[in-house]
């Protein structure tokens, strides 16, 4: 799937806008691929897959598009 990082916080997580999705995606720092929490920034392009969790869908191999 392909989204942009809609907002990251200093407690090392964030939420991405998907394409095609009516909600967020949460995401964890643990979550990344091959960049880091503090590489990315708010209005990234990045790519990801999706794993279910009891709150809901969260990204999961999160890349720089």
Not at 16 to 39: N, P, R, Y
């Amino acid at each position: 799937m392909q989204g942009i990082i809609k907002k990251k916080t200093d407690r090392g997580f964030g939420f991405i806008s998907a394409q095609g999705m009516e909600k967020d995606l949460f995401f964890h720092s643990k979550a990344l691929v091959g960049v880091t929490f503090e590489e990315l920034e708010e209005g990234d392009a990045v790519s990801f897959d999706t794993e279910d969790s009891p709150k809901g869908p969260n990204a999961v191999n999160v890349k720089r598009a």
